[in-house]
């Protein structure tokens, strides 16, 4: 398979001679194509691996979904809107070892393979290839469905955190992972590794086009990460306008920004890069009183070919 000209962010830059000729504004960033269309027909861009790993919630319980789905404990209620099936949760309180104040959190922990952490990138990890066994997501894809409620005024985030495990104290290492966000109040999209538990190294990105996270709109939100030589591929592709009247998905998901996640490539902590399959993909949003979420899966793909 062969990278499609639809996942190369690309940017229009313009020659004026004179005055004659005014800029040209860069094209509208084109959905994606979709690979294949998954339960409940959300649209898979790359192909399944049909050996590999998958969950899928679907009409499961999130609550009772263990191992392979995870909130931390916290409460979960049904909801039904426009057509669409969703789980409303506030999460619980956060306090953050930056100092800020503290907050509240909503953590969806996805573990396609099951079983439990085996490994840390500071140990085994790196030689076995996995955190917790060889069913761990090595290249993959991962979806969710988001919208959030009631900002609470402290620390905002939302992000796919990926290649990882738990985030436990005095056991820093078992985080041994690194994420993608999506921006709120005027920021950049950023990329981070957070190999130790809580030691951040953060990086900005940029956007193929403009957005802000919204308060009271659906979002789909979806992060692909592959091997490649010397790293991994990192993708992250939003749907702005994710379901049509009757409630059903859209597909029309846009590479929004991207990340190569080099080794040796130092980002102040850390030049390690995670290529390594992990035990846990978290979809993570802080900062807001009520979140909101439908459909979230990962699952092993067929990376391209270079």
């Not at 190369?8 to 294949?36: D, K, Q």
């Not at 969710?144 to 796919?160: F, I, P, Q």
């Not at 979806?222 to 994710?242: C, I, Q």
Request: hydrophobic share 35%.
């Amino acid at each position: 398979m062969t990278i499609p000209n639809f996942f190369r962010a690309s940017f229009i830059s313009a020659l004026v001679i004179g005055t004659a000729a005014p800029a040209l504004a860069a094209p509208a960033t084109p959905p994606a194509p979709v690979a294949e269309v998954g339960p409940h027909g959300v649209g898979m861009l790359f192909p399944s691996e049909p050996s590999g790993s998958s969950f899928h919630l679907g009409d499961g319980d999130p609550t009772d979904s263990e191992p392979f789905f995870d909130m931390e404990g916290d409460e979960a209620t049904p909801g039904l809107e426009s057509g669409v099936p969703y789980w409303s949760t506030t999460g619980h309180r956060v306090t953050y070892a930056s100092g800020k104040p503290a907050g509240k959190t909503v953590r969806l922990h996805l573990r396609p393979g099951g079983g439990e952490q085996s490994f840390t990138w500071r140990d085994g990890a790196l030689e076995n290839g996995f955190i917790g066994s060889p069913d761990d997501l090595l290249n993959f894809e991962a979806t969710v469905y988001v919208r959030v409620h009631e900002d609470n005024g402290t620390h905002h985030s939302m992000s796919w955190k990926m290649r990882g495990g738990q985030h436990t104290k005095p056991e820093v290492a078992r985080s041994s992972c690194v994420g993608m966000d999506v921006p709120f109040g005027g920021a950049s999209p950023q990329a981070y590794r957070e190999l130790d538990h809580p030691t951040y190294d953060h990086l900005s990105l940029t956007p193929s086009f403009d957005y802000q996270l919204q308060e009271g709109r659906w979002l789909g939100v979806k992060v692909v990460s592959y091997l490649v030589e010397g790293g991994t591929r990192n993708l992250l592709f939003l749907d702005t306008n994710p379901f049509d009247a009757s409630g059903t998905p859209r597909n029309e998901f846009r590479l929004f920004t991207e990340w190569h996640d080099r080794d040796g490539e130092s980002t102040g902590h850390y030049d390690r890069a995670a290529t390594w399959a992990g035990w846990e993909t978290t979809f993570r949003v802080d900062g807001w009183r009520r979140v909101d979420f439908a459909y979230p899966s990962a699952r092993e793909i067929v990376p391209p070919t270079p």
